[in-house]
Nanobody
Framework: QVQLVESGGGLVQPGGSLTLSCTASGTIFRIIAMGWYRQAPGKERELVATVNSGGATNYADSVKGRFTISRETGWKTVYLQMNNLKPEDTAVYYC??????????????WGQGTQVTVSS
Protein backbone atom coordinates (compact mmCIF):
# COMPACT_ATOMS: atom_id res chain seq x y z
CA GLN A 1 0.00 0.00 0.00
CA VAL A 2 3.00 2.30 0.49
CA GLN A 3 5.86 2.76 -1.94
CA LEU A 4 9.12 4.62 -1.37
CA VAL A 5 11.45 5.47 -4.23
CA GLU A 6 14.96 6.76 -3.61
CA SER A 7 17.17 8.69 -5.98
CA GLY A 8 20.31 10.80 -5.99
CA GLY A 9 23.02 8.26 -5.29
CA GLY A 10 26.26 8.15 -7.19
CA LEU A 11 30.03 8.42 -7.08
CA VAL A 12 31.58 11.36 -5.26
CA GLN A 13 35.10 12.23 -4.11
CA PRO A 14 35.95 12.49 -0.41
CA GLY A 15 34.92 15.88 0.91
CA GLY A 16 32.21 16.21 -1.69
CA SER A 17 28.47 16.54 -1.30
CA LEU A 18 25.43 14.61 -2.44
CA THR A 19 21.69 14.92 -1.88
CA LEU A 20 19.37 11.92 -1.72
CA SER A 21 15.63 12.10 -2.29
CA CYS A 22 12.83 9.76 -1.30
CA THR A 23 9.27 10.07 -2.56
CA ALA A 24 6.37 8.32 -0.87
CA SER A 25 3.17 7.23 -2.55
CA GLY A 26 0.24 4.92 -1.96
CA THR A 27 -2.36 4.65 0.77
CA ILE A 28 -1.12 6.67 3.73
CA PHE A 29 -3.46 7.86 6.44
CA ARG A 30 -0.78 9.52 8.53
CA ILE A 31 3.02 9.57 8.48
CA ILE A 32 4.61 9.28 11.91
CA ALA A 33 8.25 9.44 10.87
CA MET A 34 10.59 9.09 7.92
CA GLY A 35 14.25 8.34 7.85
CA TRP A 36 17.36 7.15 6.10
CA TYR A 37 19.33 3.99 6.81
CA ARG A 38 22.41 2.61 5.15
CA GLN A 39 24.11 -0.74 4.71
CA ALA A 40 27.69 -1.30 3.64
CA PRO A 41 28.93 -4.68 2.37
CA GLY A 42 29.45 -7.07 5.26
CA LYS A 43 27.86 -4.71 7.76
CA GLU A 44 24.49 -4.40 9.45
CA ARG A 45 21.98 -1.85 8.29
CA GLU A 46 22.27 1.23 10.47
CA LEU A 47 20.25 4.33 11.15
CA VAL A 48 21.53 7.51 9.54
CA ALA A 49 18.87 10.12 10.27
CA THR A 50 15.17 10.39 11.06
CA VAL A 51 12.56 13.13 11.22
CA ASN A 52 9.14 12.82 12.84
CA SER A 53 5.86 14.54 12.08
CA GLY A 54 6.66 17.27 14.58
CA GLY A 55 9.93 18.07 12.87
CA ALA A 56 12.25 16.58 15.48
CA THR A 57 15.38 15.04 13.99
CA ASN A 58 17.79 12.37 15.09
CA TYR A 59 21.22 11.58 13.64
CA ALA A 60 23.79 8.87 14.01
CA ASP A 61 26.91 10.15 15.75
CA SER A 62 28.99 9.36 12.69
CA VAL A 63 27.08 11.84 10.51
CA LYS A 64 26.24 14.64 12.94
CA GLY A 65 27.34 17.98 11.60
CA ARG A 66 27.70 16.61 8.07
CA PHE A 67 24.27 15.28 7.09
CA THR A 68 20.91 17.04 7.21
CA ILE A 69 17.50 15.41 6.86
CA SER A 70 14.53 17.46 5.69
CA ARG A 71 11.07 16.96 4.25
CA GLU A 72 8.63 18.72 2.00
CA THR A 73 5.34 20.01 3.36
CA GLY A 74 2.87 17.15 3.13
CA TRP A 75 5.59 14.50 3.49
CA LYS A 76 5.66 13.60 -0.18
CA THR A 77 9.44 13.78 -0.30
CA VAL A 78 12.22 13.54 2.25
CA TYR A 79 15.83 14.52 1.57
CA LEU A 80 19.23 13.72 2.95
CA GLN A 81 21.85 16.39 2.30
CA MET A 82 25.28 14.86 2.75
CA ASN A 83 28.33 17.09 3.07
CA ASN A 84 32.01 16.38 3.65
CA LEU A 85 31.54 12.80 2.57
CA LYS A 86 34.03 10.19 3.70
CA PRO A 87 34.92 6.79 2.23
CA GLU A 88 33.25 5.15 5.23
CA ASP A 89 29.96 6.69 4.11
CA THR A 90 29.96 4.32 1.15
CA ALA A 91 26.83 2.18 1.35
CA VAL A 92 23.41 1.54 -0.06
CA TYR A 93 21.08 4.12 1.44
CA TYR A 94 17.49 3.14 2.14
CA CYS A 95 14.48 5.34 2.81
CA UNK A 96 12.13 4.20 5.56
CA UNK A 97 8.78 5.38 6.86
CA UNK A 98 6.60 4.50 9.82
CA UNK A 99 3.00 5.23 8.92
CA UNK A 100 -0.62 4.48 9.62
CA UNK A 101 -2.30 3.25 6.45
CA UNK A 102 -5.67 3.46 8.23
CA UNK A 103 -6.73 4.98 11.52
CA UNK A 104 -5.60 1.84 13.37
CA UNK A 105 -3.11 0.12 11.06
CA UNK A 106 0.58 0.99 11.52
CA UNK A 107 3.48 -0.30 9.47
CA UNK A 108 7.07 0.17 8.38
CA UNK A 109 7.97 0.44 4.71
CA TRP A 110 11.26 0.52 2.85
CA GLY A 111 12.54 1.79 -0.45
CA GLN A 112 14.76 -0.25 -2.74
CA GLY A 113 17.90 1.71 -1.96
CA THR A 114 20.34 3.95 -3.79
CA GLN A 115 24.10 3.41 -3.95
CA VAL A 116 26.46 6.06 -2.60
CA THR A 117 30.16 5.55 -3.28
CA VAL A 118 32.78 7.90 -1.85
CA SER A 119 36.15 7.34 -3.48
CA SER A 120 39.01 9.25 -5.06
Amino acid sequence: QVQLVESGGGLVQPGGSLTLSCTASGTIFRIIAMGWYRQAPGKERELVATVNSGGATNYADSVKGRFTISRETGWKTVYLQMNNLKPEDTAVYYCNTYVYTTLTTPGNYWGQGTQVTVSS
